[in-house]
């Protein structure tokens, strides 16, 4: 095949990828202020580069992200540019593989072609391009594992199964509980009826190490507890009953009852609603046509028992952490179900074919699902940026006049980046999800508090009085104290 034919037959990947690389620019470009989670990344690449390992093992405690991002920032000057770097290449990779399993499924170029535009209107996708997170390279490196997945599946070449391994092993250095996916999708081979015992076992056995030295790397390099939480994932009752916040989460419930019958039924309450929560929260990310095209698609495309058998194991992968995860933090952030929405987003596009491809009424349904998939994306990209400048003076603010001895506590990862001065990580994670803060008296702390409206309730000596102030056109604030030093 010559270059011309070959860039005519990948027209719709390379597409998906230079589409991505201009929507992540232009959403970077409209949102300068890193993100919260992206703020303790970025300062984990920053310990990297100044200490080594260890001291980004102390920021932040899986830290590949932030060292690939630290490393690349020797090449252009700025770890915040490295990150946005870094995450543009990767959500253009993970579109790119995207479309290409959607040929491994038997998608002829028109189905490429809208599957290229799906995934550049993937509504979680495009509110989350301006984001510094590790979740990208977990998408790109997943994705493009299941093509070599797929490939493997069907020709039985082993490199591609070498690939597949590789690809696993880098997600997982972006995300330990990719390896669930990992471990679910090597079952394919042994689940298909089609191949021969000897076949089958032939492969699961050269799959099956992959994800086993995956999970004994995690356990030896993972320090906390959730991290082992999604490592090793668990039935959903057993985390939920052994879960103190689920169970202070009842006895909470329980408590609001106006009456005292029926209080005893308030952990199954609770229990059952938390179980909403994921489907609620993929339909979210994949948004609702793209998911009414996906059901289409399931009853149209044309891929092999096989194949559609793999991404099934990969999507249930995929959302099998949410479902651990989710009894023990009691919420669920969408970016965690965007995997999963990928996996199965690669149905839409036969969906969406087929539609128009029959009679008058389906093509006015093809046609109603792909305006509102445009109107929604295109409100989505004109949404004006968060007002988090005010965050950025804080912290600067704190830089400016902190003297470098002081240690920071705020709720605010934010601000804590941008102050440069010493912060205990943990105790910014944890206060961010509403614990209380430990606050010192000897006179060089400094509290950086981040509310909707000044606090009603005076805080106590040494903390009575802000410093300085901080607001947003919403009415949140920074207000910043300073302890005094300790009368002797």
């Known amino acids: 095949m010559s270059l011309k034919d070959r860039i005519v ?37 920053e310990a990297y ?27 252009v000057g700025s770890t915040t540019a490295a990150a946005h770097l870094l995450d543009a290449v990767l959500l253009a990779v993970a579109s790119a593989a995207f479309v290409a399993i959607v040929r491994e499924l038997g998608g002829d170029r028109p189905v490429q072609w809208v ?16 984001v510094v997170a590790r979740d990208f390279g977990m998408w790109a490196f997943a994705l493009v594992g299941l ?33 669930v996916l990992w471990a679910a999708a090597a079952l394919a081979p042994l689940l298909d009826p089609d191949l021969p015992r000897r076949v089958r ?37 057993v985390v939920a009953a052994a879960s103190s916040g689920f169970r202070s989460a009842s ?38 046509a793209q998911a009414a095209l996906t059901g289409a698609g399931l009853a149209t495309a044309p891929g092999t028992r096989a194949a559609r058998r793999t991404l ?30 990928l996996v199965l987003l690669a149905f839409a596009p036969f969906g969406a074919v087929a539609l128009f491809r029959r009679r008058s009424y389906a093509r006015a349904a093809a046609a109603v699902a792909g305006v509102l998939v445009v109107a929604l994306w295109a409100r989505d990209m004109a949404a004006p940026p968060e007002h988090r400048a005010h965050l950025v003076a804080a912290g600067q603010w704190l830089a400016e006049h902190a003297p470098a001895v002081a240690r920071i506590h705020t709720n605010s990862p ?10 205990d990580w943990n105790e910014v994670e944890s206060s961010l999800l509403g614990a209380p803060l430990t606050l010192g008296t000897g006179g060089t702390d400094f509290l950086a508090l981040v509310v909707p409206r000044a606090p009603s309730v005076p805080l106590p000596e040494p903390w009575d009085r802000p410093v300085a102030a901080f607001g947003a056109r919403d009415g949140e604030q920074v207000l910043i104290y300073r302890a005094q030093p300790a009368v002797p």
């Open 312 to 341: 099934a194991l990969a999507a249930a992968g995929a959302a099998l952490p949410l479902l651990v995860l989710l009894p023990t933090r009691l919420f669920l952030e969408t970016r965690y179900t965007v995997l999963c929405s």
């Open 9 to 45: 037959e990948e027209a719709a990947t390379l597409a998906a990828a230079a589409g991505s690389i201009v929507l992540s620019v232009t959403a970077i470009a409209r949102s300068p202020v890193v993100n919260n989670d992206g703020a303790r990344y970025l300062a984990a690449a």
């Open 49 to 75: 580069l100044q200490s080594g390992f260890e001291a980004a093992l102390r920021v932040y405690p899986w830290p590949f992200y932030s060292i690939l991002v630290g490393r690349l920032s020797t090449l």
């Open 147 to 179: 093509v070599a997945l797929l490939r493997f599946g069907r020709t039985g070449r082993y490199g591609y199964a070498l690939v597949w391994g590789a690809c696993g092993a880098a997600s997982m250095l972006f995300r330990p509980e990719s390896v």
């Open 115 to 130: 599957a290229a535009g799906l995934v550049l209107t993937h509504p979680a996708v495009t509110l989350l391009r301006a």
């Open 201 to 237: 076992a032939r492969r699961v056995a050269l799959l099956a190490p992959f994800p086993v030295a995956a999970a004994a790397f995690i356990l030896s390099v993972a320090r906390e507890a959730s991290a082992l939480a999604v490592a090793i994932p668990a039935p959903v009752v």
């Open 414 to 423: 934010q601000v804590a980046y941008y102050s440069r001065r010493r912060v």
């Open 251 to 288: 006895r909470a419930l329980a408590a609001a009852f106006p009456y005292p019958h029926g209080r005893e039924y308030a952990p199954y309450i609770l229990l059952w609603g938390l179980t909403l929560v994921p489907p609620v929260k993929l339909v979210r990310a994949i948004g609702l």
